[in-house]
């Protein structure tokens, strides 16, 4: 009797030990379900470090690599181009994305899953992306002269030289109050003969407010007939840079020259009504036999400026 309520026992604490396990792996398993739940993706994450114009510095600030990039302007591609393919976590890229005839433009780049909204409001010409021995994709529409891409210490520039004659390269993209930058050089100074200088609020390749440097002077022309302001006394040497600034505001122009292209000093400020918009920004010389180099051309937006 006694061994037959032993075993009895035996069996009991058995089912219990069987009950036991159940729980155990059951506990177990719920736990690594909600383990997996609690672990996150790795994110992917663009942060817009800084915009010049139309170069926009992405940071990658997730935990993936982005690469794969797409811009959009509503459901449209827009061309751009980065210096790296692929961006690291931590680590950063310059897009340079090209305008589409607009100056301002609200943009979403995309990338490995990650969005990011920018607000272009310019354009920044360096003539790097093209090739010296022929700019593929170039953008600025040319007529006369023999426009051509230099390079020096491996610097892109774009120049302009030939017999006396109207030359203009222009690219089509609306502008209205803007800030704009060109940077120059003459290989002899001051021009003798000639002019050069470049072309807001153009509405075709031979109107708008023409901002001309001749010989000694700095003038505003509309249309390049009509003289609407001028500076005389300038004192440009040979090879070395310069950067003339305009800030159009209303009917307002302002014109600015710097040596370092940090410090300018005002040259004009008039009042003309003719164009208050364009379609057209762009070079413009008549280089009578002399070499101009043009670098680092910029167009903004001065909607924000209290200029």
């Known amino acids: 009797m006694k061994y037959f309520q032993h075993l009895l026992t035996l069996a009991k604490v058995s ?8 729980v155990i792996i059951l506990l177990l398993i719920l736990s690594m379900v909600l383990g997996l739940g609690c672990l996150k993706s790795p994110s992917a994450k663009i942060n817009i470090d800084s915009i010049d114009g139309n170069k926009v510095t992405l940071r990658n600030t997730g935990e993936v690599v982005l690469k794969d990039f797409n811009v959009l302007l509503g459901e449209k591609n827009i061309d751009f181009e980065i210096n790296s393919s692929e961006i690291a976590p931590n680590n950063s890229a ?14 979403i780049i995309e990338s490995s899953g ?12 360096d003539f790097e992306r093209y090739d010296i021995d022929g700019p593929a994709g170039f953008p600025w529409v040319r007529s006369n002269g023999e426009w051509r891409i230099g390079n020096e210490n ?11 004659m109207w030359a203009t390269s222009l690219m089509e993209i609306e502008n209205n109050d803007s800030i704009s930058i060109v940077k120059f050089r003459l290989n002899k100074a001051p021009q003798e ?10 509405s075709d390749s031979g109107n708008g407010y023409w901002i ?40 307002r122009l302002k014109v600015y020259l710097s040596d370092d292209g940090s410090n300018y000093k005002q040259l004009i400020d008039t009042i003309n009504k003719k164009y208050d918009k364009g379609k057209f920004f ?12 043009f670098d680092e051309l910029k167009l903004m937006s001065s909607d924000d400026q209290n200029n």
């Open 15 to 22: 089912k219990g030990m069987i009950k036991m396990k159940k």
């Open 94 to 107: 310059i897009m340079t994305v090209f305008p589409d005839k607009v100056l301002s433009q609200n943009l």
């Open 114 to 125: 990650a969005k990011a909204e920018v607000v272009l409001k310019g354009i920044h010409e």
């Open 154 to 164: 491996g610097n892109n520039y774009y120049q302009i030289s030939g017999p006396p």
């Open 193 to 202: 003969a000639g002019w050069f200088g470049y072309i807001i609020r153009g």
């Open 212 to 251: 001309i440097i001749q010989h000694i002077s700095l003038v505003i022309r509309v249309d390049n007939n009509e003289t609407i302001s001028s500076y005389s006394g300038l004192d440009i040497k040979p090879n070395n840079w310069y950067w003339i600034k305009t800030i159009a505001k209303g009917d």
């Open 282 to 293: 762009g070079l413009a010389a008549d280089p009578s036999g002399y070499i101009i180099d």
